[in-house]
């Protein structure tokens, strides 16, 4: 989808992407600006009933790379399409200056079985979601990386099994507002290719079965609202983490978080830890 485009799915639509592996239903390059979705049909990825759970319980890097990673329904594209899929250096980069803004997804679009996530945003300053279905993906319903003034109000049912986490919890979200962690090769100490996810809110969302992680997360983000939402079947309902805690990752702790008026419940999580999880930087940074 290129810049200042209007893609409309209407009632009764049904649009298949059936392939494994690196493949998407819609994706935008990064620094898009001005692209709204709308949908009230269905977008279905290649396991419309569900991806299969991990053999034994345990992780299959191999099944993961070939099938499911960056296997997405809507993808607006930013710095980890830059760095994990073309490959960029540090220079590259740090030389970096092109953020989307003005990404709107709306209506009631049904997003189900992709792989990964039914929805990534990356490097987005201006970002609304509003209220897409995502349900029975690989990993998350909303993925946002580094994406600055949001407005979140989604439906997210039942994501699993997730992946890069060690076992019960796989790292399932149905909404994370994150950051890209540097990397050996990639450092980002100053937070200048990965920037915090900040200035949004998170509202009137209904999360369920999210079993093995989080419904709701951020991590190292600032002034966040998490407002009068309903989460129920997972392992941590709300969960606010540090995003990065050295000079490899970038050191950025949560700041300025308000949770207000949300509903937890326990409901079908086979494991359970709390209903809010508050965590800062460790002892020795």
Partial sequence: IHSNTRVFIEPGVSISQPNKGKFGGFATLPGT???????????????????????????????????????????????????????????????????????????????????????????????????????????????????????????????????????PNFNVYGVTATRLYGTSAVPDPNLTIGRKSAKGVIKFSTIRNCLTWKGLDTHGGEDIKFIANDVEGCYIPIGLDKGGINDTNGKAPIKNILVSGNTLKRGAAQYRRAGVTVFGHNGTD
């Fill in 33 to 167: 600006v001005n692209v709204t979705v709308e949908g009230y049909g269905e977008l279905i990825g290649p396991w419309p009933g569900g991806v299969d759970p991990w053999p034994n319980g345990e992780q299959d890097a191999a099944r993961w790379n070939a099938e499911q990673a960056e296997n997405i329904g809507i993808d607006i594209r930013g710095r980890w399409y830059q760095r994990e899929v073309l490959g960029y250096n540090l220079a590259q980069m740090q030389a970096l200056t092109d953020t989307s803004s003005n990404i709107q997804i709306l209506g009631k679009l049904h997003i189900e079985g992709f792989g990964q996530s039914a929805i990534i945003a990356d490097q987005v300053t201006r970002f609304t979601c509003r209220r897409p279905f995502m349900t029975k993906c690989g990993r998350d319903g909303l993925r946002m990386y580094g994406v600055q003034r949001f407005d979140v109000e989604v439906d997210v049912d039942t994501m699993s099994p997730g992946f890069d986490g060690g076992y």
